[in-house]
């Protein structure tokens, strides 16, 4: 749209003093065609105050709800600052121009010593800044003083007390283990006697009570040979004795040698050392002997029953070269013992196989004469004989595990946990026919009873059973179904069997 000016004709004559402008529209060459309807359609815009650099999809986490949420932006978010400046201006209507105002009014009214107090304090802020500035050790080009350093501070003062120091007596009394002891016993029994009688009216009975135990402990004598020390001193004693009375036999023991086995090409000698023996075990057969690993002169002895039909109860004792007269440690057992090994590592834990299926874990250290494991029908056990046990290394393990076989078929884990000792059986030991034309794929109805059982000293999966159908088979922990090897050559149960220690 645009308007042209009337030329001078027009402005001079009447008829152009009233006339309007001249107005002409121009199209431009590239504005848009639109048609009617286009052009009636009202187009709306909607101004906001928000920020579009802001963004919108912003997500934090949310703990509360363990997951990623978006976070709106807030109401502050938006804002944008275009100036800022601080000043010192007040509303009159405040309290702040309220102060200042009857500050002002009061410094009017001081009079004119005020002024001059005020124009030497302003001569003495001019001088300090000159000084400031020429030094170069001010802060800004006011005079710049710190608050805390105008602040007085109160004198400290210390206040002291005395006292009379509390009364000191001198004591003085030689004491004893069994002073200590016996006053410790006495305690216990006096207060296991008042849980006893507490919540009773009458208690004239246990101060009675606390009268004649403490009487009673105050007779009694101390016993300076009932203790754990002279104990050993006395078996000591006896060592020495029975080395010094068998003096010949424990030479013949080192030394012995007979000049006659160079004349023997096919015989040696044979020559008898000691006789070991127990009062309990006369009428009982030998039936278990195993030495210990680490104690060479140390060796366990089972006793049971060779009859079966006549079985009863059994007994376990460990004797020592070193004295020869009496078993160190004796523990009974109620079936018949006939299998016994020491732990390779640990040589005071001793596994015991009995003639009724269970089993016995005994450690030598303590006094006790009850085995620290034994086997039940609950925890499980064979249920015939256990003809061999052995221990075997735990490796990296904190649990202890030794194999059991048995007549019954069965080839069985122990492990010793902390509260019990529980079986899982690890192998049935199936029958297989000894006919030339068949193989091990065609097993027979039952299992064969197992005899002896060894493991491998490199190989700990692998291991070999004696059965008594005098066959040997190489079996592994990893394939309980089937043999390995099988290897035939007896007739009649094979009862022992040991792995080559070189090869």
């Not at 001079?12 to 003093?17: D, H, I, M, P």
């Not at 107005?23 to 848009?32: V, Y």
């Not at 009458?202 to 004598?221: M, N």
């Not at 297989?432 to 490199?458: V, Y």
Request: aromatic share 10%; hydrophobic share 30%; charged share 25%.
């Amino acid at each position: 749209l645009s308007t042209t000016a009337p030329s001078d004709h027009d402005i001079y004559s009447e008829v152009g003093r009233f006339r309007e402008p001249i107005r002409e529209i121009k199209k431009p060459s590239n504005q848009m065609n639109l048609t009617e309807n286009e052009l009636e359609e009202e187009v709306t815009r909607i101004l906001t105050g928000d920020d579009p650099n802001i963004p919108k999809n912003v997500c934090k986490f949310s703990f509360k709800e363990l997951c990623y949420k978006p976070d709106p932006p807030g109401q502050g978010d938006n804002m944008a600052i275009h100036f800022s400046m601080k000043g010192s201006s007040m509303h009159i209507d405040s309290e702040e121009y309220k102060k200042f105002r009857k500050m002002n009014n009061w410094r009017q009214d001081m009079g004119s010593d005020s002024d001059e107090l005020d124009n030497n304090v302003d001569d003495m802020t001019m001088t300090t800044i000159s000084t400031r500035t020429s030094t170069g050790h001010s802060k800004n080009e006011f005079d710049y003083t710190i608050r805390a350093s105008q602040t007085l501070n109160n004198h400290t003062a210390s206040c002291g007390a005395f006292t009379e120091p509390p009364p000191i007596t001198q004591y003085q009394e030689e004491i004893n283990q069994w002073q200590i002891y016996d006053s410790y016993k006495s305690e216990c029994l006096i207060s296991m006697m008042e849980h006893m009688h507490e919540g009773l009216s009458d208690k004239r009975a246990g101060d009675r009570l606390t009268s004649i135990v403490s009487e009673k402990l105050e007779r009694v004598e101390p016993d300076s040979f009932h203790n754990k020390k002279m104990e050993n001193i006395l078996n000591k004693v006896e060592r020495l004795s029975n080395h010094n009375a068998q003096d010949d036999i424990y030479d013949d023991f080192k030394y012995w040698d007979d000049p006659q086995d160079k004349y023997r090409t096919d015989e040696a000698t044979l020559c008898p050392l000691w006789k070991f023996s127990y009062e309990r075990a006369k009428r009982k057969h030998v039936t278990a002997l195993c030495w210990n690993s680490q104690y060479t002169d140390l060796f366990a002895a089972g006793f049971g029953s060779c009859d079966f039909a006549r079985n009863g109860k059994g007994l376990v004792c460990c004797y020592t070269l070193k004295n020869t007269s009496h078993p160190e440690f004796v523990v009974p057992t109620e079936s018949g013992v006939i299998c016994l090994d020491f732990h390779p590592k640990y040589p005071s834990l001793l596994a015991v196989g009995c003639h009724d299926g269970s089993v016995l874990v005994i450690d030598i250290k303590t006094t006790s004469k009850k085995p620290i494991y034994s086997s039940s029908l609950r925890s499980g056990q064979h249920c015939d004989p256990v003809w061999q046990i052995r221990w075997q290394d735990n490796g990296t393990s904190k649990e202890y595990k030794f194999y059991t076989v048995s007549s019954d078929g069965k080839v069985a884990n122990w492990i010793m946990n902390k509260t019990e000792l529980k079986m899982e059986p690890m192998m049935d030991l199936k029958l297989i026919d000894s006919c030339a034309g068949k193989s091990e794929d065609s097993p027979l109805h039952g299992l064969a009873g197992g005899c002896a059982i060894d493991f491998n000293r490199k190989l700990d999966n692998l291991f070999l059973v004696g059965t008594e159908e005098g066959m040997i088979h190489e079996c592994s922990k990893a394939y309980s179904a089937q043999y390995l090897k099988t290897f035939e050559g007896h007739r009649m149960g094979v009862n022992a069997l040991k792995w080559n220690p070189f090869h």
